[in-house]
């Protein structure tokens, strides 16, 4: 079945750093999401790609969507003890409604 | 957007016990639903509660263990029965609308943190 993986595991950063996280499916998908998990929440939607080598950005954010369609990054600029939480990205494959979850990311800022 | 919120939001129960678990929507959505959350760990998609209908179970989730209800758009119920320790997880109810083509972001409730002794 299809499998999404993400790296790193765990990323801790010093304020003001970047930080990129990567997402590689074992299949070809029809479109890509990117949520954040605060500790102690739930998923909150950020984006979501559909286009072969889509490019988005939300302020500090920006998202990638590979020309395979098979894998994407999340990259923060500059980041901010607000960014901490673990980032999932959720991969739907072609002829299907549900969204197959990467393993994570969990990011710690240190101040 | 929707609001969703669940019932109860933690629990705690013995081995060989049931639970249910209520979802509700604040309004009519296309599809509900229900992921497994281990500590540390990422969303499994347990089941897709259907309208009407039997829900649509993953690999590895069957309906004896976790009997799921949709009786309208709004509203879902999860069971987790005949319960072990391995159930200790925390219980997530999804929705989304499909009526915007392409865009189908995922709401999610704020989680049950059932813990079985």
């Known amino acids: 079945g299809q499998q999404v993986m993400q790296i790193p595991q765990y990323q801790h950063v010093q304020e003001g750093e970047d930080f990129t996280t990567y997402c590689n499916s074992s299949t070809t998908l029809s479109n890509i999401q990117w949520y954040k998990q605060r500790p102690g929440g739930h998923p909150v939607f950020l984006i979501q790609l559909v286009k072969s080598g889509e490019v988005k950005k939300q302020k500090r954010l920006t998202f990638q969507f590979g020309e395979a369609k098979k894998n994407s990054s999340l990259h923060i600029t500059a980041t901010q003890t607000t960014d901490v939480g673990t980032y999932f990205c959720?991969?739907?494959?072609?002829?299907?409604?549900?969204?197959?979850f990467g393993t994570g990311t969990r990011l710690k800022v240190l101040a | 957007s929707a609001v969703i919120s669940q019932k109860p939001s933690r629990d705690i129960c013995q081995r060989g016990t049931s639970l249910t678990i209520q979802c509700q929507v604040d309004?009519?959505?296309?599809?509900m639903f229900w992921y497994r959350q281990q500590p540390g760990q990422s969303l499994t998609l347990i089941a897709t509660a259907n309208q009407g209908s039997e829900a649509t179970y993953e690999s590895g989730f069957v309906i004896d263990k976790f009997p799921i209800s949709r009786p309208n758009l709004t509203f879902s119920t999860l069971t987790v029965s005949n319960m072990s320790p391995e159930d200790s997880s925390i219980y997530l109810c999804?929705?989304?609308?499909?009526?915007?083509?392409?865009?189908?972001?995922?709401?999610f409730g704020p989680g049950t943190r059932l813990t079985v002794l």
């Open positions: 999804s929705v989304t609308h499909l009526a915007r083509e392409g865009l189908n972001e995922q709401f």
């Open positions: 959720a991969g739907r494959g072609s002829g299907t409604y549900k969204y197959i």
């Open positions: 309004s009519q959505v296309t599809m």
